[in-house]
């Protein structure tokens, strides 16, 4: 089992809508969590970081729940330069465990 | 620019050649991680180094690949007798390390160095 499951998506949504992902992780000793955007062929960028139940940042808004070892990101009035992979990170003990990427598709 | 560096961005090898690749962190940053990341895959762990030590190698890490950090800043990753197998985007990212007792630490990526093995 990987350490980090996302759903690969796409997530072909209208520009103005609000979406949500969601991402597993199965080592509850995980200490901290994080996502990342990354373009096609570009090195992925912080996000945001996720330290304890959760964290806002404008219109980006991620969740955390230890008890069911889920982390979410929920973007409200998508932009089309929204449209990226988002990738989830568990760190446990120095590593950064990667999820394989949920792809969002904003269009006109 | 003062973020993390990757040399060279893109590397076209025959099957069989060694490449090296090099990465320079953030100057404060005490740790290094490399990655490699293949299409629609997240980055897979390599190894990573605290200053120059490298204190850990993922199983993915076979005895082709080796990687330095002599002096505790710039990085080198080599492969040896490429494979085709070995095409991908090889990631490096740096972070100052956690705050004692925090368990909190924040990477930042380089550009990554895409290698094609023909």
């Known amino acids: 089992r990987k350490e980090v499951e996302q759903d690969p998506g796409p997530f072909n949504v209208p520009e103005g809508a609000t979406v949500a992902f969601n991402c597993t992780y199965s080592n509850s000793a995980s200490q901290s969590f994080f996502w990342y955007r990354q373009d096609c062929r570009k090195e992925p960028k912080l996000l945001m970081s996720?330290?304890?139940s959760g964290n806002e940042d404008g219109r980006f808004t991620a969740q955390l729940n230890r008890a069911s070892q889920y982390i979410s990101l929920l973007i409200r009035d998508s932009k089309l330069s929204d449209s990226a992979t988002y990738l989830c990170?568990?760190?446990?003990?120095?590593?950064?465990?990667f999820g394989s990427g949920t792809k969002l598709n904003v269009k006109p | 620019d003062t973020g993390v560096s990757q040399d060279p961005r893109h590397k076209i090898t025959k099957r069989g050649q060694n490449v090296t690749f090099r990465c320079d962190p953030i100057?404060?940053?005490?740790?290094l991680y490399w990655y490699r990341q293949t299409l629609g895959q997240g980055p897979e762990f390599l190894t990573y180094f605290q200053n120059e030590a490298q204190l850990e190698k993922s199983r993915l890490l076979s005895d082709r690949f080796s990687a330095e950090r002599p002096k505790g800043s710039f990085s080198t990753l080599e492969i040896q007798r490429t494979e085709q197998g070995d095409s991908a985007m090889y990631l490096c990212?740096?972070?100052?390390?956690?705050?004692?007792?925090?368990?909190?630490?924040?990477?930042?990526f380089g550009p990554g160095t895409r290698l094609t093995v023909l």
């Open positions: 990212a740096s972070s100052l390390g956690p705050p004692l007792g925090s368990g909190t630490d924040t990477q930042y």
């Open positions: 996720v330290y304890s």
């Open positions: 990170v568990a760190l446990n003990f120095n590593k950064f465990y």
């Open positions: 100057s404060e940053h005490n740790r």
